[in-house]
């Protein structure tokens, strides 16, 4: 059993469906989803050098929500703002429940790799991050020529006296506090080094041994501070916060405000130091001082104080121990597109009939990367717009828009600088656009654009005809490889038409662009969310058939969560399958019984959101951007796509079936808030929702292959 963050109130008799005793706590919840991946760490199932990489994963994702979450609570409590979550904790309890529930996933970490991984990958696979301490003299003499090769020279010591104030603490940096004696003087003096942990682990002669650095440059500390006595060498990492306020109302440059976001939060406040047991009392309270910290924000942590290094472990370990390469398969439309002059390019192919492409199953680079390539090599299109909100470090779509605009060809991009922890890279991407001629524009004021659209627009004969990409995921060829997301590829005139009027409106000044298809947020998605849950209400009532199943990220919103407890009230089925943190209480008489919740936590990453609403057996379905957040219905540019395509409405049926019945990587939300994972019932054979879904994208392969084999 995993622990829990979430602790909901007992629900009084006569409670109205916005008494707090209804709702988990949103920043708790997330706590409980990254234990949830914790597990993959601890599953016997996972390849072993997956379960390193999901440590790594585990400890990225507590890192940011500490930024983010735990700065913003803190900023929040500095203003004096007392008003209670929907869960009726303040944030002030909030804070200290987040604090205990970080310091205790963080303590597990370090037990999962001490006391489970790290003897595991020395027996098993013979790769051993040994200490420093239990090296043998030969070893030791190899790792001393490589701190004197390699790590001394790149070690800044910075002293604390009255003519050296306390440094600056990079955040996320790992660092060496020590206290020295002058053997003379008998004074004492405060020092810090920086670890270069970019030189990660230093390799013994043996191989697939190491030791980490920051126990190399400890041990020979000493060579830095020659003349002096070091009392203590003790290792320190500190989290700055992520959450500045902005406000883009006064801002009469965005860019430049971006710009300076990104250094204020470079030179944020601390919001947590973690420490290594052994550092002493007054090395501690020295620390806490000089940053400026409450006591409770510091964490004594045991074991290694950074885990990033481990991604370098697994990706370099056994192809045996870790998962099976997967291929991306190429959709069966689109195998052998192109290859000679009587084979249909990608727009003849879009125009026959919608393309649902699901990656990582399905080929990124084959589809919606070939779509935005083949646009800007064809001499026939006069047009491209798209939306980015993260995209990859040597992306080819970039490439491709910029081959588009040097051609002469109409392009324009909506680059949303505010995408956090992007905010350089996507400033750096619009720079390197608009010096190709491309119009870049950086998103509405107030409102960050996080929806997934390309439009293509292309002169065939006398006529103009547009191409879309409509998606869940970013136009990120790394990310598709692991993150789970849904597009659909579309000639339909009438998505052609709204997306010409939405770029409209993100580009200019349109507020009150009307759409035929697309359902746009903030202006309309909350409405027709509410439509469609009353028009499932009311099918019950009437007798008729109505059940809702929503696939999604994350649900906080109160108003949506309401709704689906009149829903449930009413008698209608609804099935949650939310990866990430959810507010909402299942299993509760008289608001929730007919409500199930289950995450899917597994080697992709669960990104993508349908909504099926069943409408009396006429289902409706959508895909698109948008999860059921505040953020994303009130505060974000979002687009769903009503699917019309019997054919990918059939497959998207399937797909979500297939989520219900996995009872390997699912887990069941309980009304207590406890998450457990699903087992086969006796009898039952084991479905695993990712694995079905390889194997289903394969079978496709088999029979297009099959038939082009016997055709040939």
Not at 37 to 59: C, G, H, K, N, S
Not at 482 to 500: H, K, S
Request: hydrophobic residues 40%.
């Amino acid at each position: 059993m995993l622990p829990r963050a979430v602790a909901p109130q007992p629900v009084p008799d006569g409670a109205k469906p916005s008494h707090p005793s209804l709702y988990f706590n949103a920043e708790l919840s997330w706590l409980d989803f990254n234990w949830r991946v914790l597990y993959q760490a601890m599953d016997e199932r996972t390849p072993l050098l997956e379960r390193l990489r999901f440590l790594a994963i585990t400890e990225n994702n507590l890192d940011e929500f500490v930024m983010k979450q735990v700065g913003g609570l803190k900023r929040v409590l500095g203003a004096g703002v007392v008003k209670p979550s929907p869960d009726g904790l303040g944030p002030a309890e909030q804070l200290d429940l987040v604090r205990e529930g970080v310091r205790t996933m963080r303590t597990r970490l370090a037990e999962v790799w001490e006391d489970d991984l790290r003897p595991r990958l020395a027996a098993e696979l013979d790769i051993a991050v040994r200490d420093f301490e239990d090296l043998n003299e030969a070893e030791r003499a190899h790792v001393r020529r490589v701190f004197a090769d390699r790590i001394y020279p790149v070690l800044t010591p910075l002293a604390v006296d009255p003519g050296h104030p306390f440094p600056f603490l990079s955040n996320m940096s790992l660092s060496l506090a020590l206290m020295l004696e002058h053997p003379e003087r008998r004074t004492r003096h405060f020092a810090r080094v920086k670890i270069p942990t970019a030189l990660r682990w230093v390799e013994l002669p043996e191989s697939g041994h190491v030791v980490p650095v920051e126990q190399v440059v400890r041990h020979f500390a000493g060579e830095l501070f020659r003349g002096m006595k070091i009392e203590s060498a003790s290792l320190f990492r500190v989290t700055r916060n992520a959450d500045v306020a902005r406000d883009e109302e006064v801002a009469d440059d965005l860019l430049q405000m971006i710009s300076e976001e990104i250094r204020e939060r470079r030179f944020a406040r601390v919001v947590r130091l973690e420490v290594e047991p052994g550092m002493p009392e007054d090395v501690r309270q020295f620390l806490v001082r000089q940053l400026k910290l409450d006591d409770e924000d510091l964490y004594e942590i045991p074991g290694l104080l950074e885990m990033s290094g481990f991604w370098q472990i697994a990706a370099e370990g056994p192809w045996e121990h870790r998962h099976e390469p997967w291929e991306a398969m190429i959709p069966p439309r689109l195998i052998r597109e192109g290859e000679t002059e009587d084979r249909p390019d990608i727009f003849t192919v879009i125009r026959a009939g919608d393309l649902m492409v699901h990656h990582p199953y399905e080929s990124f680079t084959a589809t919606v990367q070939q779509f935005i390539e083949e646009a800007a090599a064809d001499p026939a299109v006069v047009a491209i717009k798209q939306t980015l909100y993260r995209t990859a470090e040597h992306s080819r779509i970039i490439a491709a828009l910029v081959r588009a605009a040097e051609a002469g060809k109409a392009v324009a991009v909506l680059v949303e600088v505010t995408a956090r922890f992007d905010e350089a890279d996507n400033m750096e991407w619009a720079s390197v656009l608009e010096e190709a001629g491309v119009n870049v524009t950086y998103g509405l004021v107030g409102l960050k654009t996080h929806a997934k659209v390309a439009l293509v627009v292309r002169e065939e004969g006398d006529e103009i005809r547009t191409y879309c990409h409509i998606g869940t995921g970013n136009y990120n060829s790394e990310t598709a490889q692991i993150y789970a997301d849904i597009g659909i590829l579309t000639a339909r005139p009438e998505i052609g038409r709204d997306a010409v009027n939405l770029f409209h409106y993100l580009t200019g000044y349109a507020p009150d662009q009307q759409y035929e298809e697309l359902i746009v947020a903030p202006r309309d998605l909350r409405q027709a969310l509410t439509a469609r849950i009353e028009r499932e209400i009311s099918h019950v009532e009437a007798g008729r058939q109505g059940r809702m199943i929503l696939k999604m990220n994350g649900l906080d919103d109160p108003k949506m969560i309401r709704a689906l407890y009149a829903a449930s009230a009413a008698g209608v089925k609804i099935d949650l399958i939310i990866r990430g943190q959810c507010r909402l209480r299942p299993g509760i008489p008289g608001f929730s019984e007919n409500i199930r919740v289950r995450s899917i936590v597994g080697r992709f990453l669960e990104h993508d959101r349908i909504f099926w609403w069943e409408n009396d057996g006429n289902p409706e379905v959508w895909i698109g951007s948008a999860d059921w957040r505040r953020r994303n219905l009130d505060g974000r540019v979002e687009v769903l796509l009503p699917v019309r395509d019997k054919r990918i409405r059939k497959r998207l049926r399937k797909t979500l079936r297939f989520a219900l019945r996995d009872n390997q990587r699912a887990w069941d939300l309980r009304p207590s808030g406890e998450y457990v994972l699903c087992e086969p019932a006796p009898g039952e054979r084991p479905i695993d929702y990712q694995n079905r879904m390889l194997k289903a994208v394969r079978k496709r392969r088999r029979k297009v292959d099959d038939r082009w084999s016997a055709s040939h």
